[in-house]
T-cell receptor, first 118, second 110 residues
Framework: GAVVSQHPSWVICKSGTSVKIECRSL??????MFWYRQFPKQSLMLMAT?????????EQGVEKDKFLINHASLTLSTLTVTSAHPEDSSFYIC??????????????FGPGTRLTVL | GQNIDQPTEMTATEGAIVQINCTYQ??????LFWYQQHAGEAPTFLSY????GLEEKGRFSSFLSRSKGYSYLLLKELQMKDSASYLC???????????FGSGTKLNVKP
């Protein structure tokens, strides 16, 4: 159990276009989902916290107008990278925190989406 | 800001024991997690500490000292498949957010 999926697993787009990434909790409901970005050979950087039915909370330095987050249901959050540029090329990973966590703060990670902007 | 420090890279021999340290200075603390990540893949959960002491799970153990802001992950009987990055993550009090250390790349040699 506790599976999180992401779609697409990889995407290549032209500079200036927008890209939507979906994160789904497949077998549980998630009160909170998190979005991370990981550049090559670096660790995960938290971008934003997404709560169902409310606005996302962004970390300092993350542009909310560029990285649009929508958490429409307890099983789906989407991240849209608007007007993507080559510097946005990265590995984007989501995680989900179940309603009934086995232990406090437990999170389950999706497989990640590799974005390449040409 | 949150400071979570780990060594960048370590090398160990198959069958040996290795200890990966993590020190943290954060604005809150609700628990410390260790994750394993192979290149190009998502992190997978290894262990969780909220109280001081040692948590053992098979070949993996994790230790926490809250007063010292220190944790370590101990890997025993190393196998080649243990070559990966090991990420230390601190969960803060607010909204269950995780902040990750820079990760330690472990190379296991034959």
């Amino acid at each position: 159990g506790a599976v999180v999926s992401q779609h697409p697993s990889w995407v290549i787009c032209k500079s200036g276009t927008s890209v939507k990434i979906e994160c789904r909790s497949l077998d549980f409901q998630a009160t909170t989902m998190f979005w991370y970005r990981q550049f090559p050979k670096q660790s995960l950087m938290l971008m934003a916290t997404s709560n169902e039915g409310s606005k996302a909370t962004y970390e300092q330095g993350v542009e909310k107008d560029k990285f649009l987050i929508n958490h429409a249901s307890l099983t789906l959050s989407t991240l849209t990278v608007t007007s993507a540029h080559p510097e946005d090329s990265s590995f984007y990973i989501c995680s989900a925190s179940p309603l009934t966590a086995l232990q406090d703060n437990e999170q389950f990670f999706g497989p990640g989406t590799r974005l390449t902007v040409l | 800001g949150q400071n979570i420090d780990q060594p960048t890279e370590m090398t160990a021999t198959e069958g040996a024991i290795v200890q990966i340290n993590c020190t943290y200075q954060t604005s809150g603390f609700n628990g410390l997690f260790w994750y394993q990540q192979h290149a190009g893949e998502a992190p997978t959960f290894l262990s969780y500490n909220v109280l001081d002491g040692l948590e053992e799970k098979g070949r993996f153990s994790s230790f926490l000292s809250r007063s010292k802001g220190y944790s370590y992950l101990l890997l025993k009987e190393l196998q080649m498949k243990d070559s990966a990055s090991y990420l230390c993550a601190v969960s803060l009090d607010n909204f269950n957010k995780f902040y990750f250390g820079s990760g330690t790349k472990l190379n296991v040699k034959p």
